[in-house]
């Protein structure tokens, strides 16, 4: 276990040494995370507005971003006191991160393997191509990356709840769930379904075997009612994301069709390195998976497979060898029907995701086989081959890697240093809906440049009139306006659902989005005012809060009921006590 952990740390080395670097979302997370302490600051633990994104022009990034992966990067800052650069605080975190999801994929795989076949499948996890390489360091996908470390906790949770009927199991899968649904809601949808399968297969698979334990129907009720609480307490996050979607710039999303990203086409080193790249990894892990298969079979038509557990029979394997080929089919653009309207799965942007259900479950095919199969030679020989797989994935990501830091100096952080982190510019999906913004940088600055780096906070773009003062405030406006007709006066905010008005006198003014660059916008009548202009939570806001509230409240009282019902069950199990025994005990 101590080498696989060495040998873990060897590929975050240059993380630890040059920080967070270049990638294509690496940007993001610095903006989101200097916008969320300075929210933090500000007394907001749970911000949805950024007022100082965009140039101190705002995003509604925070109403639609999941908070997991920016909340753990502020907490690993508050850890070190503030004193790291923010480069390093990310990649720390990204390490602990990649730390934890070995150690959790370790669990998992010790309910079916040995612990050394199991520490080196959490080494496998963590060190996997599509999870370090590609989200860590080439995308910088923050978010996805996180999502690794709740899987094979969820996976464990439930199959450990499944031979034990603890209670504790049931917790850890509730805050597991919860956890994915705060990480990655995409993950979510990919991984909901896999699991889903899992349960209902060793569930009945544990009924026919008479296994003890609550009934069927108990246990699966159980389990699902506490999985939808959890989901529900994350309703705070994606109860406001879902309904307000269409208020932003999300068509950016969708620039680039989800078939166009389909894999084993257009294949190519030069010009489509990344798909070429994705196509190899998903290449290997089918070509394992059938391999994996394939000693299986063979053993079981030798009747060399030893008796079979939860989660081990013929009938699991099977399942996760049919997941991969369903996910290679996806990858590939076949049963493209599952991808469009109104499948909820049209969102998935990039069929490449599936990797990280594909990495999961390959792993775990490992180690139910190696559960199965209890002799040496066959144990040797699939080691051999695996071993032999996995040490030329480590030499292709040690190339990939000295190939990004070669020439990379440690000193000049140069996303720190770029326009886009130095202007807080978000993401196109989070421009203001509607305004003519350019999505490439280069382009944006530019027409954003009047605007930039004015001190104007404030200013009339109808009628007569002048701004007499402004305060601002962390986005809270107040200004002294004289009209002599009536005005709009824009504030330097973009427009989102949430802006409130209000004059002297306190009426509520509406506010629009009446510029082209779609500034918030009021208008007063003739006169001298003071208005305030502010954001409060949208109605949708409380109702997620109150869902959530009201969810994990229910999640705790089922969880309480049923560890109750439970040692209930156990003292009615318990044998009567001697009086002897009796008199012992007292």
């Given at each position: 276990?101590?080498?696989?952990?060495?040998?873990?740390?060897?590929?975050?080395?240059?993380?630890?040494?040059?920080?967070?670097?270049?990638?294509?979302?690496?940007?993001?997370?610095?903006?989101?995370?200097?916008?969320?302490?300075?929210?933090?600051?500000?007394?907001?633990?749970?911000?949805?507005?950024?007022?100082?994104?965009?140039?101190?022009?705002?995003?509604?990034?925070?109403?639609?971003?999941?908070?997991?992966?920016?909340?753990?990067?502020?907490?690993?800052?508050?850890?070190?006191?503030?004193?790291?650069?923010?480069?390093?605080?990310?990649?720390?975190?990204?390490?602990?991160?990649?730390?934890?999801?070995?150690?959790?994929?370790?669990?998992?795989?010790?309910?079916?393997?040995?612990?050394?076949?199991?520490?080196?499948?959490?080494?496998?996890?963590?060190?996997?191509?599509?999870?370090?390489?590609?989200?860590?360091?080439?995308?910088?996908?923050?978010?996805?990356?996180?999502?690794?470390?709740?899987?094979?906790?969820?996976?464990?949770?439930?199959?450990?709840?499944?031979?034990?009927?603890?209670?504790?199991?049931?917790?850890?899968?509730?805050?597991?769930?919860?956890?994915?649904?705060?990480?990655?809601?995409?993950?979510?949808?990919?991984?909901?379904?896999?699991?889903?399968?899992?349960?209902?297969?060793?569930?009945?698979?544990?009924?026919?075997?008479?296994?003890?334990?609550?009934?069927?129907?108990?246990?699966?009720?159980?389990?699902?009612?506490?999985?939808?609480?959890?989901?529900?307490?994350?309703?705070?996050?994606?109860?406001?994301?879902?309904?307000?979607?269409?208020?932003?710039?999300?068509?950016?999303?969708?620039?680039?069709?989800?078939?166009?990203?389909?894999?084993?086409?257009?294949?190519?080193?030069?010009?489509?390195?990344?798909?070429?790249?994705?196509?190899?990894?998903?290449?290997?892990?089918?070509?394992?998976?059938?391999?994996?298969?394939?000693?299986?079979?063979?053993?079981?038509?030798?009747?060399?497979?030893?008796?079979?557990?939860?989660?081990?029979?013929?009938?699991?394997?099977?399942?996760?060898?049919?997941?991969?080929?369903?996910?290679?089919?996806?990858?590939?653009?076949?049963?493209?029907?599952?991808?469009?309207?109104?499948?909820?799965?049209?969102?998935?942007?990039?069929?490449?995701?599936?990797?990280?259900?594909?990495?999961?479950?390959?792993?775990?095919?490992?180690?139910?086989?190696?559960?199965?199969?209890?002799?040496?030679?066959?144990?040797?020989?699939?080691?051999?081959?695996?071993?032999?797989?996995?040490?030329?994935?480590?030499?292709?990501?040690?190339?990939?890697?000295?190939?990004?830091?070669?020439?990379?100096?440690?000193?000049?952080?140069?996303?720190?240093?770029?326009?886009?982190?130095?202007?807080?510019?978000?993401?196109?999906?989070?421009?203001?809906?509607?305004?003519?913004?350019?999505?490439?940088?280069?382009?944006?600055?530019?027409?954003?440049?009047?605007?930039?780096?004015?001190?104007?906070?404030?200013?009339?773009?109808?009628?007569?009139?002048?701004?007499?003062?402004?305060?601002?405030?962390?986005?809270?406006?107040?200004?002294?306006?004289?009209?002599?007709?009536?005005?709009?006066?824009?504030?330097?905010?973009?427009?989102?659902?949430?802006?409130?008005?209000?004059?002297?006198?306190?009426?509520?003014?509406?506010?629009?989005?009446?510029?082209?660059?779609?500034?918030?916008?009021?208008?007063v009548g003739a006169g001298t005012h003071t208005l305030r202009i502010a954001r409060e939570p949208l109605p949708v806001e409380g109702w997620a809060k109150k869902l959530s509230s009201l969810s994990l409240a229910l999640l705790l009282m089922v969880l309480g009921a049923l560890g109750w019902a439970a040692r209930r069950r156990?003292?009615?199990?318990?044998?009567?006590?001697?009086?002897?025994?009796?008199?012992?005990?007292?």
């Amino acid at each position: 276990m101590l080498a696989c952990g060495v040998v873990l740390l060897a590929l975050f080395a240059p993380a630890l040494v040059f920080g967070a670097r270049a990638s294509d979302d690496i940007p993001w997370h610095f903006i989101w995370l200097q916008s969320y302490l300075d929210a933090v600051r500000h007394g907001e633990l749970y911000p949805r507005w950024m007022p100082d994104a965009m140039a101190g022009m705002g995003s509604p990034a925070f109403y639609f971003y999941p908070p997991f992966a920016t909340m753990f990067f502020a907490l690993v800052d508050m850890i070190f006191l503030h004193q790291l650069p923010l480069a390093y605080v990310i990649a720390v975190s990204a390490c602990a991160m990649g730390l934890a999801s070995a150690a959790f994929f370790y669990s998992w795989a010790r309910n079916f393997a040995s612990v050394r076949v199991s520490a080196l499948l959490g080494l496998a996890y963590a060190a996997a191509p599509y999870h370090l390489l590609t989200d860590y360091y080439n995308r910088g996908a923050l978010g996805e990356y996180a999502a690794y470390v709740w899987v094979p906790l969820i996976f464990h949770a439930a199959h450990r709840y499944l031979v034990t009927a603890g209670v504790r199991w049931l917790a850890l899968l509730a805050a597991a769930v919860t956890g994915l649904f705060f990480t990655h809601l995409l993950s979510a949808m990919i991984v909901g379904p896999v699991i889903a399968a899992y349960v209902l297969l060793a569930l009945f698979g544990r009924q026919r075997r008479g296994n003890a334990g609550p009934g069927i129907t108990v246990t699966l009720a159980s389990m699902v009612a506490v999985a939808l609480l959890a989901v529900g307490v994350a309703g705070l996050y994606f109860i406001p994301a879902l309904t307000l979607f269409d208020a932003a710039n999300t068509a950016a999303l969708y620039a680039r069709p989800i078939e166009a990203t389909r894999l084993f086409a257009r294949l190519s080193v030069h010009d489509n390195p990344v798909v070429t790249r994705y196509t190899l990894f998903a290449a290997i892990y089918l070509a394992l998976t059938a391999y994996l298969l394939a000693e299986y079979l063979r053993a079981r038509r030798r009747a060399a497979v030893a008796p079979a557990g939860l989660g081990t029979s013929g009938a699991t394997v099977l399942m996760w060898t049919v997941v991969t080929a369903l996910c290679g089919l996806f990858m590939w653009g076949k049963l493209g029907f599952v991808f469009e309207a109104p499948s909820p799965y049209r969102s998935l942007q990039f069929l490449s995701r599936l990797l990280i259900v594909v990495e999961f479950v390959l792993l775990t095919l490992v180690a139910v086989v190696f559960a199965v199969l209890p002799a040496p030679a066959e144990r040797q020989r699939i080691a051999s081959v695996l071993l032999l797989v996995f040490a030329g994935l480590l030499v292709y990501q040690a190339l990939a890697l000295f190939k990004k830091f070669e020439h990379m100096p440690i000193a000049v952080n140069e996303v720190a240093l770029s326009p886009r982190v130095q202007y807080r510019i978000t993401p196109p999906e989070y421009y203001p809906k509607g305004a003519p913004f350019a999505s490439a940088v280069d382009q944006l600055l530019p027409q954003l440049a009047p605007h930039l780096d004015a001190s104007e906070q404030a200013w009339i773009v109808d009628g007569s009139g002048r701004i007499e003062t402004v305060a601002q405030s962390h986005g809270d406006f107040v200004l002294r306006v004289t009209a002599a007709t009536a005005v709009s006066v824009a504030i330097r905010q973009f427009y989102f659902p949430g802006w409130v008005a209000q004059d002297q006198q306190g009426r509520r003014l509406p506010v629009t989005a009446a510029t082209p660059f779609r500034f918030a916008t009021v208008q007063v009548g003739a006169g001298t005012h003071t208005l305030r202009i502010a954001r409060e939570p949208l109605p949708v806001e409380g109702w997620a809060k109150k869902l959530s509230s009201l969810s994990l409240a229910l999640l705790l009282m089922v969880l309480g009921a049923l560890g109750w019902a439970a040692r209930r069950r156990a003292s009615r199990a318990a044998p009567a006590m001697s009086p002897a025994t009796l008199n012992r005990s007292r």
